[in-house]
């Protein structure tokens, strides 16, 4: 089992910035992914972005140049910075972790392929 707990999700106005942070517990060393993915009101989980053990990352091309994922093992968290934040990044952001099938790179952002999940923290981006 592992453990995922965000932190860091906020309400700033549009062009701001947030942190968010993943801190992960448990079993770490049976998932080679960790990813953000978040889901507007309505609207499907999306992938924002991932990254691999072997330091592989993966972003959505809508937050490309403008999010950073990171990761620093020795905390087992990892970390989004969010960048020009627009109204339509707001929404809930998860972290998931697991070790999606096949390629990585395919599969890097498909929520079916993360089994743990945390609860969510809430960004919000007003106009």
């Not at 960790?34 to 991932?50: D, N, T, Y």
């Not at 972790?97 to 809430?122: D, F, V």
């Amino acid at each position: 089992q592992v453990q995922l707990v965000e932190s860091g999700g906020d309400s700033v106005q549009a062009g701001g910035s947030l942190r968010l942070s993943c801190a992960a517990s448990g079993y770490i060393s049976s998932v080679c992914s960790l990813g953000w993915f978040r889901q507007a009101p309505g609207k499907e989980r999306e992938g924002v972005a991932a990254v691999h053990n072997a330091g592989y990352i993966r972003y959505v091309e809508s937050v490309e140049g403008r999010f950073t994922i990171s990761r620093d093992n020795a905390k087992n968290t990892v970390y989004l910075q969010m960048n020009n934040l627009q109204p339509e990044d707001a929404g809930m952001y998860f972290c998931a972790a697991g070790c999606p099938s096949g390629s990585w790179w395919i599969g890097a952002l498909a929520a079916g392929n993360y089994r743990y999940w945390g609860q969510g923290t809430q960004v919000t981006v007003s106009s």
